[in-house]
């Protein structure tokens, strides 16, 4: 899976304009140096937050490249708190989506109401849960959720715009619902043995009228958009 998203990551920014040099393990000739990306997170933990791998694989492909990236999180509470060796939700514990999105971006995380699609070339929302819980009900109330106002206005604004939209694992979820006819891919549309045990993600998709591609990588040129399948 790190390999699929070391692809989106390349396809994602090779649809930003490049400048002409080398950058490093990229072994490439491409550099983003003039590139602003936002990334937005939603909390610090697979089960109730941001995948954190998937977040430093981002972070790691956008730094190499040159990117100039700034992260993003909603001010709000978080669903509820996973103690992530039990696997079960902590009793009488709350965070804070902001707050525990700081734990990735090292303190330097903005206020996803102040994110304006005027002042980035691109967006790129990782996976977690917390997609699902944080920046929708996604996990509770299926394809009745609703999706954070400041998700729903990045989502539309760079939509509007023409630029770029990368969303990993459960994110394409957000998508799929505030944007009709988008086509996106969550991975497989089976479970096959409980190998894809989410699978069940692609009839929401469906159901909000969004269209589904079963492939680790898909990137939808019409919409300049770029999903992928994950953990």
Not at 120 to 147: E, Q, R, W
Not at 199 to 214: L, M, W, Y
Request: charged share 20%.
């Amino acid at each position: 899976m790190l390999a699929a998203r070391s692809t989106v990551c390349k396809s994602f920014l090779s649809y930003l304009k490049p400048q002409s040099v080398c950058v490093g393990l990229f072994h490439s000739t491409t550099n983003y140096r003039s590139a602003k990306v936002a990334v937005v997170l939603s909390g610090c933990g697979v089960y109730d937050g941001t995948e954190i791998h998937e977040a430093s694989a981002i972070l790691v492909h956008l730094s190499r490249s040159g990117a100039d990236v700034q992260m993003y999180a909603p001010d709000v509470v978080q669903m509820h708190v996973i103690d992530h060796i039990k696997g079960q939700p902590a009793e009488k514990e709350t965070r804070h989506v902001l707050s525990e999105s700081a734990r990735i971006a090292r303190g330097n995380v903005v206020d996803l109401a102040k994110l304006s699609a005027q002042n980035h070339d691109a967006v790129i929302f990782p996976g977690g849960f917390g997609a699902a819980k944080n920046l929708s009900t996604f996990a509770v109330d299926g394809k009745d959720c609703k999706v954070n106002k400041d998700v729903e206005r990045v989502l539309k604004d760079f939509h509007r715009a023409g630029k770029p939209i990368g969303l990993c694992c459960i994110s394409p979820v957000l998508a799929a619902k505030v944007l009709p006819g988008v086509e996106v891919t969550v991975g497989h549309e089976e479970e096959e043995g409980g190998k894809w045990p989410y699978a069940g993600t692609v009839q929401a998709i469906r159901a909000f009228g969004g269209n589904h591609c079963v492939k680790e990588v898909h990137i939808s040129f019409n919409l300049s958009f770029r999903t992928e399948e994950a953990f």
